[in-house]
């Protein structure tokens, strides 16, 4: 077994998305940072309703999927389609955009505290016109595996073998899969403990530290992590990280690299620059959503 090192650490930067909410935003933060077939990861989170009450009105996407992950709070989803979904503290939303898609997302409160992420994950050529889905995933549904050493793991993609279980999480953990297979889990630790598991060789896969300060890698050569930021992962058969005094949360994303041009422009993200010209076009004219 090959314990997967810390080979790029990127910092999150503080930016404003939507109507101007104020978020934090590693992977995607410059053209050319992301980690294939992840495009971006962006984290909000503020208890100043001045910085996520305009919200994100609506606004297309063509050739990705969006994952967004809610901490606390209250956000309602609604796009072209008539989809509707209200999403509270541990819900998932996970949309394939694919050949198009138009929603919005707004807050359904006017204080408190609200925090979550949206990790935008990019689709392979073949799928990148296909009939736009959507899916909420209740914190019910999400499988919760408590560690031996202390902390719990949330599973919300995947199938991983944790504490000697495969632990199936809603999304790719059993029946149709998708073509990425991603691995999507948050992990709390208390402090001093330790955390493993097997990520499929060959897989790109990096960690996102929101809470605490922890170090990655194989003992005796782990290097640490710094806090809010995104720590991109060498190849190998597993990841180990250890949370330091004040304990840690984090994400573990992996998924199978498409190896494809990713040519972006705001919310299209294709293989071409004609695919692009395309997507703008098919948006001006109202295609886009018809063809949805």
């Known amino acids: 077994m090959t314990t997967r090192s810390l080979t790029q650490i990127i910092e999150s930067i503080a930016t404003a998305d939507g109507a ?5 935003r590693s992977l995607g933060s410059q053209r050319g940072v992301h980690v294939d077939p992840f495009l971006m990861l962006d984290e909000f989170y503020s208890d100043d309703a001045d910085d996520y009450l305009a919200g994100f009105p609506a606004h297309p996407h063509r050739g990705f999927e969006t994952v967004t992950y809610m901490l606390d709070g209250h956000m309602r ?10 999403l509270g503290p541990g819900d998932v939303q ?3 955009a694919a050949r198009g898609i138009i929603h919005s997302e707004m807050p359904q ?11 935008w994950l ?14 909420d995933i209740a914190a019910r549904e999400i499988p919760v595996v408590k560690l031996a050493g202390g902390g719990e793991v949330k599973v919300i993609a995947g199938a991983p073998l944790l504490e000697g279980v495969s632990t199936a999480g809603p999304v790719n953990g059993g029946g149709a899969q998708l073509s990425t297979d991603p691995l999507y889990l948050d ?4 402090a001093g403990a330790v955390f493993s598991a097997p990520i499929i060789a060959g897989h790109n896969a990096f960690l996102y530290l929101y809470e605490g300060s922890a170090t990655v ?4 050569v782990a290097k640490p992590l710094p806090h809010r930021a995104a720590g991109v992962l060498s190849d190998g058969d597993d990841v ?12 573990v994303l992996a998924a199978k690299p498409l190896r494809e041009p990713v040519v972006q422009y705001g919310p299209f993200v294709m293989n071409t620059r004609e695919e692009i010209e395309q997507a703008v076009a098919d948006f001006r004219s109202g295609r886009l959503a018809s063809a949805a």
Request: no cysteine; glycine share 12%.
């Open 122 to 135: 990019n689709l392979p050529s073949q799928e990148k016109m296909k009939p736009a889905a959507y899916r």
């Open 240 to 251: 180990r990280v250890q949370a330091d005094a004040s304990g840690v949360r984090f994400l």
């Open 94 to 96: 996970w949309m394939t």
């Open 77 to 86: 989803h609604e796009d072209h389609m008539g989809n509707r979904g209200d």
């Open 109 to 119: 409160q006017s204080e408190g505290r609200m925090r979550g992420f949206q990790l």
């Open 187 to 190: 992990v709390r630790l208390p």
């Open 217 to 220: 890698g194989p003992e005796g």
């Open 20 to 24: 101007g909410v104020k978020l934090r």
